[in-house]
């Protein structure tokens, strides 16, 4: 079956209800199956990041095509079903609802699973990276985001040190202190790549986008800590 199909979006919507049950409801037919899956919480997921990556393309002023291939490589769209793809995301950015309420009905829906939050994080700062500069709009974006999905400024560093390199970046992706023992730091790294590793969220039944994230995510935990290793033997 094609990637691109009909499915009830008025009926996931109407499951779903909310903002986001809205613009699933007014999508119609024009809905990418594979993103989609039966159920209302991982149609959530997907359909949020869907419309925060479009809203988060234009937070600069402008949609480039580098951020739109970005997005098309979170959710590993073939060349063959981009179109298909196109339609939902331009949807989602002429959409006049406001970020601020999808943001908020995810931080409810996924109140108790900070790991799924922090994929729609990530994918956005995949996104807003694309074009090889993060605008001072984008970052402010991702940082009213963070808050409405339940993270505090702390949370929040953390999860843009992933993403932003500083001096200081290996141990704020790890989330520890310059001196913390080498024991404490390899406690610790293990302890996050345990609880990011893909195969909790696929347990979970979240959509193929999750699993990507998941994966960047423990790539850069193990880069933190091999940055961090290799600090430390040098001195």
Partial sequence: MSLVGMIGGAGLGFALG????????GLAGHVVQ?????APKPAAFSIALIALCAKMAKADGVVVPLEVAAFREVFDIPPEELAGVARVFDLASQDTAGFEAYARQIGVLFADEPQTREDLLDALFHVAKADHALHPSELGFMHKVAGL?????????????????????PYA?????????????????????????????????????????????????????????????TR
């Fill in 18 to 25: 909310g903002p986001l049950g809205g613009l699933l409801g």
């Fill in 34 to 38: 594979r993103l989609l899956a039966p």
């Fill in 149 to 169: 999905l339940g993270f505090d400024d702390v949370a929040y560093a953390r999860i843009e040190a992933r993403h932003v390199h500083r001096p200081d970046d």
């Fill in 173 to 233: 992706v790890l989330d520890l202190p310059h001196d913390a023992s080498n024991a404490a730091v390899k406690t610790r790294y293990r302890l996050l790549v345990r609880e990011h590793h893909p195969d909790r969220l696929q347990a979970r039944g979240l959509p193929p986008a999750a699993i990507k994230l998941a994966n960047d995510r423990v790539a850069a935990l193990n880069a933190a800590y091999a940055r961090i290793m290799e600090q430390r033997e």
